[in-house]
Structures are given as structure tokens and as C-alpha cells.
């Protein structure tokens, strides 16, 4: 599992920018504003008791045990109620979105009575968890000149470049991690994955292998290394893996999300959805539900059935809405508008987007938080646009949203603005135009590599073609609706069929 796993619509993905910053400080440091003289970040607490329990409970989160992780963070904070990096690690392990900002807040309040480093790491979350990631890198960078030696700024560092997909700039921090210390295993876990997002499939066997290593009797390597497999489409091998950290420890959820992917691929949706209700059956708390129900929605969607898949997002909905989490109601209602654009009901799409919108402004999230909302509905009605043909009015609303995206200088939405870009262009058989766009999009987006597909192939170029729609096909992910939707038309063209 790679960090807190995240199959949620590209909104969310930007409002949580935040959670790529994990718990913010380094055991070896003492009560109050503690002097840094091994180089290391320090705890500010007034109980040492207090900190004994947010060491307890960073070294499960640290192994990507979240849940059980809280009791010790909850703990901490009742011990001291002023505790600032307790604050932000407990938002780093909720459950839900609603949580996370919560418990965000409150670190963000109490930043001031910590250390500078701990300040610098809850303002760096502050920053993610708005999508204002110019801010969030400034506060890193001077984490990281201020404490090169903490193996957890390192960290931090590296997994705001992961979430850029700055795949160099990440996998050097975190190798600067494990070279401070040689065992810190979330390091290799998020290396692994940097590896594999670039295809170097060989370097993060041998990270996951390692991480296997170091923590050989908790599940989570085992499940990291089952993502791995299932990615390199050695399915049986991945469901070995994956009942071997459910044998470890049968609560671990996100095992289960993996084995319904591997089935899915294997053409056993049957057994897929016994892996997702067992899920939900098992789920320990929202979070846990949530991702059943999303599992169900990818399952049914793959299917082409889609009002199964929009009735269990309408489950998910329904649990986010009795805690009023309006972050996760918006987005559901993101994938709800997914569901139904692949479905071709435009219409009920558009509205399915303005209700998202206006949850959003609706709620008590930061003005910032609403601004992004506004921007990513510029997205979403160009697309809404394009889908009708409407090309002069998707231009108008893609404008809005690539001046947007470059003046927030996320990668992330600089890279959606160029698919924006492409998919009107391939829309307009602009072929050459369309090529050139969706090159600088997102190619951790498997609709992205068929669209190139469809674009070298309208240009003439079928081997080009052919070798996009095979990227597509294969491109083996977690649940995630786009490839649920893009999985057999890019199955069909690898095989050179229309």
C-alpha cells in the first residue's frame, strides 16, 4: 500500500495533497521546544507520556497500520492538548476527509508552540491540504535545509515530488532517506513505488524486497509487492501476496481492494465482488466502507453496469453524508459525473458536476479549498463541452482552467490542462495537435494513453497506435474508474480490432 491509498476522483487527489506528508517528527528528541543537536527534528510535548504514545503510534503508522495507529494519537493529545505534531499526525491517519482537515486545523493552530521544524512540516500540510503547492514546496525546501540529516524530512520532501509525479526528484530524497537510515522502511515502500511508476519494474522488486525484509511479519510489504505484481500482470503470483498479508493480518482492508483488481483482470468478476463485500462486511470505520463501495462502483463500471456502479456510489455518499464530510461528498458526486459520462447521459452529468461544486461552496472548507472547487469545474465543463461537441464552448472553459492551472503552478493541473487541450484536439481530428498535448498530460492516466491510441491512429501511424492501446490495456492499476471505462475498448485495439 502505498502511503494511504488513494482511488479517489483527480479533485480529491488535489484537495489532499496534504496526506503525501506523513507524520512529522523524529523520536530523538525531548519535552518542549527541544533543541535539534542530532540533526533531527524535535517532538514538542509537555508530557513525556504524551510522547510515548505518539512514538507508539507513529511507528504503526510508519507500517501503514492507520487505524490502529488513533487510539495512541487520541491518547496524546489528552494527555496534551497542545501537542502540534500529535495534531498532524492524527490527521495524516483519519479515516475520512472530514477528519483529516479537522485535526489539520488544529495543528495548524498550535504550530506556533512547536519547534520550527514541526512548524514547517504542519504549514507544508497546511499548504498540501489547499493545493498550494508553490507554498507546500517552500516550507519543505527549508525542512530539508534546516534538517538534511532527518530521515523524515527526507521523506516528506520526496513524497511531494511522488504526488507531482516528479519521479527523480522524489526517488533521490528518498534514497537520501535510507542512506541516514539504512532501516527505515517507509522509505523503501514509497520507493518501490516510484520505481514502478516508471516502469522500472526490476529496481522496485528489489525495493519492495527489501521492505519485505525489514518488517517481515506486518502485512503492508507484502501488499505493496502484490501491487507490484498485479501492475507486471502476474496475477497469480499478486493474489498469493496478497492472502499472505491477510494471513498476517486479516483486518489489513486494502488487501482485498488489491485481490478484486487482480480477479477483474483475471476475467473473475465474481470473485471480485466476494473480495469487496467481505471488505465492506469487515470495514472498520468510514474510510474503510467508503473504499468497498468505490471498489463495487469500478467493479460494476468495468461491466458496463452502470446502475449498479452508480447506486454504490450513491452508498458511499450516503456514509459521508451522515458525518456532513462535504469533501468526500463532492467527490463522490465527481465519480457519480464520471459514471454517467461514460454512460453518454451528458446532461444528468453536468448536473451531477454543479452539484459537486455546490457542496463545496456550501460548506465550511477553507476559501481556498472553494476556489479549486470553482477551477475544477472549468474542467469538468469542458469536458461536459467536448462530449456535445461543443467546441467553441469547451475552448472558453478549457482557456479558464490552463490559465488557472499555470497560475497555481501545480504540476498536477498544468498536466490536466494539456489533456484538456488534446482531447478537443482529438475530438476536432487535429491529430498532430492532439499528439503533442497529451504527451505533457498525465500518463499515470490509462484514458490519457488511449487517447493517444486514438490519435496515432487517426494520424496513420498504427504501430504507434498499437503500442498506446497495449499500455492501456495493461495498465493494471488499483480500482480506478478510468481504466474501468477505457479496460476493454484499449483491450480491443491492442488487438487490432475496432
Known amino acids: 500500500m502505498c502511503l494511504k491509498k488513494s482511488i479517489r476522483p483527480a479533485t480529491l487527489a488535489v484537495l489532499l495533497l496534504a496526506t503525501f506528508v506523513l507524520v512529522a517528527c523524529n523520536k530523538t528528541s525531548t519535552t518542549n521546544v527541544a533543541s535539534a543537536s542530532d540533526g533531527k527534528i524535535p517532538i514538542t510535548t509537555k508530557s513525556d507520556e504524551a510522547k510515548n504514545e505518539f512514538l507508539a503510534g507513529r511507528d504503526l503508522s510508519d507500517r501503514l497500520l492507520g487505524q490502529e495507529s488513533l487510539q495512541h494519537f487520541d491518547k496524546a493529545l489528552?494527555?496534551?492538548?497542545?501537542f502540534a505534531s500529535a495534531e498532524l499526525a492524527r490527521a495524516n491517519n483519519s479515516p475520512t476527509a472530514k477528519e483529516f482537515f479537522a485535526h489539520q486545523l488544529k495543528a495548524?493552530?498550535?504550530?506556533?508552540?512547536?519547534?520550527?521544524?514541526?512548524?514547517?512540516?504542519?504549514?507544508?500540510?497546511?499548504?498540501?491540504?489547499?493545493?498550494?503547492?508553490?507554498?507546500?514546496?517552500?516550507?519543505?525546501?527549508?525542512?530539508?535545509?534546516?534538517?538534511?540529516?532527518?530521515?523524515?524530512?527526507?521523506?516528506?520532501?520526496?513524497?511531494?515530488?511522488?504526488?507531482?509525479?516528479?519521479?527523480?526528484?522524489?526517488?533521490?530524497?528518498?534514497?537520501?532517506?535510507?542512506?541516514?537510515?539504512?532501516?527505515?522502511?517507509?522509505?523503501?515502500?514509497?520507493?518501490?513505488?516510484?520505481?514502478?511508476?516508471?516502469?522500472?519494474?526490476?529496481?522496485?522488486?528489489q525495493a519492495f524486497k527489501k521492505y519485505v525484509e525489514l518488517i517481515p511479519n506486518d502485512p503492508n510489504p507484502y501488499d505493496s509487492y502484490a501491487e507490484l505484481l498485479l501492475k507486471m500482470g502476474r496475477y497469480d503470483d499478486s493474489i498469493a501476496q496478497y492472502k499472505k498479508a491477510l494471513s498476517i493480518d486479516p483486518h489489513f482492508m486494502a488487501s482485498h481492494l488489491g485481490l478484486s483488481a487482480d480477479y477483474t483482470y483475471k476475467g473473475q468478476p465474481d470473485l471480485a465482488a466476494t473480495e469487496l463485500q467481505a471488505m465492506a462486511d469487515q470495514a472498520r470505520n468510514d474510510g474503510e466502507l467508503r473504499n468497498a463501495y468505490f471498489g463495487m462502483a469500478v467493479l460494476a463500471s468495468d461491466?458496463?453496469?452502470?446502475?449498479?456502479?452508480?447506486?454504490?456510489?450513491?452508498?458511499?455518499?450516503?456514509?459521508?453524508?451522515?458525518?456532513?464530510?462535504?469533501?468526500?461528498?463532492?467527490?463522490?458526486?465527481?465519480?457519480?459525473?464520471?459514471?454517467?459520462?461514460?454512460?453518454?447521459?451528458?446532461?444528468?452529468?453536468?448536473?451531477?458536476?454543479?452539484?459537486?461544486?455546490?457542496v463545496t461552496q456550501n460548506s465550511n472548507s477553507s476559501q481556498e479549498i472553494k476556489d479549486n472547487a470553482r477551477l475544477q469545474n472549468e474542467f469538468n465543463l469542458a469536458v461536459v463541452a467536448i462530449a456535445k461537441k461543443d467546441y467553441a464552448s469547451a475552448k472558453t472553459h478549457g482557456e479558464a482552467y490552463r490559465q488557472g492551472a499555470e497560475a497555481s503552478k501545480g504540476a498536477g493541473r498544468i498536466k490536466l490542462s494539456h489533456e484538456l487541450a488534446g482531447r478537443i484536439a482529438l475530438a476536432?481530428?487535429?491529430?498532430?495537435?492532439?499528439?503533442?498535448?497529451?504527451?505533457q498530460a498525465n500518463e499515470q492516466d490509462p484514458m490519457n494513453l488511449y487517447r493517444m491510441s486514438l490519435a496515432y491512429q487517426g494520424k496513420g501511424d498504427s504501430a504507434q497506435a498499437h503500442d498506446y492501446a497495449k499500455k492501456a490495456a495493461e495498465f493494471n492499476p488499483l480500482p480506478q474508474l478510468n481504466y474501468a471505462f477505457v479496460r476493454a475498448k484499449a483491450e480491443k485495439a491492442a488487438e487490432g480490432k475496432s
Open 303 to 358: 461491466g458496463k453496469q452502470y446502475d449498479k456502479a452508480l447506486a454504490a456510489i450513491d452508498k458511499e455518499y450516503a456514509v459521508a453524508e451522515k458525518k456532513n464530510d462535504s469533501v468526500s461528498m463532492a467527490a463522490d458526486l465527481q465519480a457519480s459525473a464520471a459514471i454517467l459520462m461514460d454512460e453518454m447521459k451528458y446532461d444528468p452529468a453536468a448536473k451531477a458536476f454543479a452539484r459537486s461544486l455546490q
Open 428 to 439: 476536432q481530428k487535429d491529430y498532430a495537435k492532439a499528439i503533442d498535448e497529451l504527451q
Open 78 to 82: 489528552a494527555l496534551d492538548p497542545d
Open 108 to 205: 495548524s493552530v498550535l504550530a506556533d508552540k512547536a519547534s520550527e521544524g514541526e512548524k514547517l512540516m504542519i504549514l507544508a500540510g497546511e499548504a498540501g491540504a489547499n493545493a498550494e503547492v508553490v507554498k507546500q514546496k517552500d516550507y519543505l525546501d527549508k525542512l530539508v535545509a534546516a534538517y538534511p540529516n532527518d530521515e523524515r524530512a527526507q521523506l516528506a520532501a520526496g513524497n511531494f515530488y511522488f504526488g507531482q509525479q516528479q519521479l527523480e526528484e522524489a526517488i533521490a530524497h528518498y534514497k537520501k532517506a535510507t542512506e541516514i537510515s539504512a532501516n527505515f522502511s517507509p522509505a523503501y515502500n514509497i520507493l518501490g513505488y516510484s520505481y514502478r511508476q516508471q516502469g522500472n519494474y526490476a529496481a522496485a522488486e
